[in-house]
């Protein structure tokens, strides 16, 4: 069956650090691929996605790239502020309705 | 656009006591799920529906679950009775019926649920 590995928080920052935030995964054929942020008290929120193979999601300067050769997709950010802080989910979608999410990362972000 | 509607925001009842949660989806989206998250198991997706028809109900905890979507803009979710380990966050979401086949689902603010 499907599955994402994610890895285990909580990852604390500086402001201004760099962010990699490590997600593979196993599926058979070609999932899409997601990053949802979840803000303290709030649902999850669609932060970024992939489609295909080599597709590069992005939004907000956070990026991740769908490497199908590893299968993995981590997410990036090249300078991270306070407001960062948050639960970030991996998710997968092999095909029907239903997401298969990782475990969760939670990202503390220092001044 | 308004999101995914969820009500209450907060339930606070006594073991025992029927719990019914309330989700209004997207409008336009065909697909709605129900999820539960709590620290010890992370998020769990209970049910969902495919243009108001129950498809997977194979994570619902057990009998005292049920789940019901009479239209395109309502779903309920209802525990009965309810007992202290089901004080959880439990998330409604949304998909629209055509995203290029990303299947991205939008989720509501949640109802966090506290039995004692």
């Known amino acids: 069956g499907n599955s994402v590995t994610q890895m285990e928080g909580p990852v604390t920052l500086s402001e201004e650090a760099f962010l990699t935030i490590n997600c593979t995964y196993t599926a058979t054929g070609y999932p899409s691929l997601f990053w949802y942020v979840q803000y303290p008290g709030e649902g999850l929120q669609l932060l970024l996605k992939a489609t295909k193979a080599d597709d590069k999601g992005s939004n907000k300067g956070f990026e991740a790239t769908y490497r199908k050769e590893t299968t993995s997709f981590h997410l990036e950010k090249g300078s991270v502020q306070v407001s960062d802080s948050a639960v970030y989910f991996c998710a997968l979608a092999g095909g029907g309705n239903k997401l298969t999410f990782g475990t969760g990362t939670q990202l503390k972000v220092e001044l | 656009d308004a999101g995914v509607i969820q009500s209450p925001r907060h339930e606070v009842t006594e073991m025992g006591q029927e719990v019914t949660l309330r989700c209004k989806p997207i409008s336009g989206h065909n697909s709605l799920f129900w999820y539960r998250q709590t620290m010890m198991r992370g998020l769990e997706l209970l049910i969902y529906f495919n243009n108001n028809v129950p498809i997977d109900d194979s994570g619902m905890p057990e009998d005292r679950f049920s789940a019901k979507m009479p239209n395109a803009s309502f779903s309920t979710l209802k525990i009965q009775p309810s007992e202290p380990r089901d004080s959880a966050v439990y998330f409604c979401?949304?998909?629209?019926?055509?995203?290029?086949?990303?299947?991205?689902?939008?989720f509501g603010p949640g109802t966090r649920l506290t039995v004692t």
């Open positions: 979401a949304s998909r629209p019926a055509t995203s290029g086949g990303a299947y991205e689902q939008y």
